[in-house]
T-cell receptor
């Protein structure tokens, strides 16, 4: 798992509540990513970070925000969870942007009721 | 945006058989990656391809970067039960800000 820890691994929450997912890496990689995985859609990029306090939007960023205050930690926040955000969320890291493979964590399964 | 068409969507084969799956796109990619995902885990990198025409092996797995840069295939020889999982291709292109585009996955099931 390339030194990537996601927490929590499972979470059930109610619609309208805030949720924060955490990704912690021990590899000192510059780039960190949040993806969601849904049947029929594969893996889709939510947000990514290219350094401390440097983040950018991905393909499906609406309803999500991120923060990276330390190299090793990348947080994903759902300010007000909706049922459409029920998904499996994966964190990934890479050394560089171009030509550097992503390594994934083991995911967080989020259910919004 | 860019799309990767991965086929087949699923395969149910007998142990010992060879497996072939592929990804195609209308866009050109600079890098092709193949991942395997098992239940409850994240995708794990199997093979990375960086050059058009490149053929790379990893044990029983062989992958090729298509000469047109618009496709890639993965072969698994002499399948075994632990090959079960979902296999994803991913392409990286400067046209997409070097972000990865993922195929929809091929679910492989192996009958002992």
């Amino acid at each position: 798992d390339a030194g990537i820890t996601q927490s929590p691994r499972h979470k059930v929450t109610e619609t309208g509540t805030p949720v924060t997912l955490r990704c912690h890496q021990t590899e000192n990689h510059r780039y960190m990513y949040w993806y969601r995985q849904d049947p029929g859609h594969g893996l889709r990029l939510i947000h990514y970070s290219y350094g401390v306090k440097d983040t950018d939007k991905g393909e499906v960023s609406d309803g999500y925000s991120v923060s990276r205050s330390k190299t090793e930690d990348f947080l994903l926040t759902l300010e007000s969870a909706t049922s459409s955000q029920t998904s499996v969320y994966f964190c990934a890291i890479s050394e560089d942007l171009a030509g550097s493979p992503l390594h994934f964590g083991n995911g967080t399964r989020l259910t919004v009721t | 945006g860019q799309q990767l068409n991965q086929s087949p969507q699923s395969m149910f084969i007998q142990e010992g058989e060879d497996v072939s799956m592929n990804c195609t796109s209308s866009s050109i990619f600079n890098t092709w990656l193949w991942y395997k995902q098992e239940p409850g885990e994240g995708p794990v990198l199997l093979i990375a391809l960086y050059k058009a025409g490149e053929l790379t092996s990893n044990g029983r797995l062989t992958a090729q970067f298509g000469i047109t840069r618009k496709d890639s295939f993965l072969n698994i020889s002499a399948s075994i039960p632990s090959d079960v999982g979902i296999y994803f291709c991913a392409g990286q292109s400067s046209n997409a800000g070097n972000m990865l585009t993922f195929g929809g996955g091929t679910r492989l099931m192996v009958k002992p």
